[in-house]
Nanobody
């Protein structure tokens, strides 16, 4: 079992930056692919970014590519999402998720463990 706790959400102006953190506890964190998803009101949960267990490979959705960066520190059991040049459409609850085997990186159904989410609001 892996427990995930997100932090770092809040209110930011358009064009600003935030860094989300996701602290993991429980089973060996380093063996898990980690992802960030988000869900805006009235919309389905969508993929934002993911990172391999080693950190060598990362993927980001087209909507955030060039603005958001995912990273991890296995020594600290933490994964990060650096969000720059933020837009109003980035407003959502952001979730951290972890997967071990199987499935693709982009589908929420592939992930086994989820955090409780952290609210990010971008104002104009």
């Amino acid at each position: 079992q892996v427990q995930l706790v997100e932090s770092g959400g809040g209110l930011v102006q358009a064009g600003g930056s935030l860094r989300l953190s996701c602290a993991a506890s429980g089973r060996t964190f380093s063996g898990y692919t980690m992802g960030w998803f988000r869900q805006a009101p009235g919309k389905e949960r969508e993929f934002v970014a993911a990172i391999s267990w080693s950190g060598a490979s990362t993927y980001a959705a087209d909507s955030v590519k060039g603005r958001f960066t995912i990273s991890r520190d296995n020594a600290k059991n933490t994964v990060y999402l650096q969000m720059n040049s933020m837009k109003r459409e980035d407003t959502a609850v952001y979730y951290c998720a972890g997967k071990r085997y199987g499935g693709d990186w982009f589908s929420s159904s592939s992930y086994d463990y989820w955090g409780q989410g952290t609210q990010v609001t971008v104002s104009s």
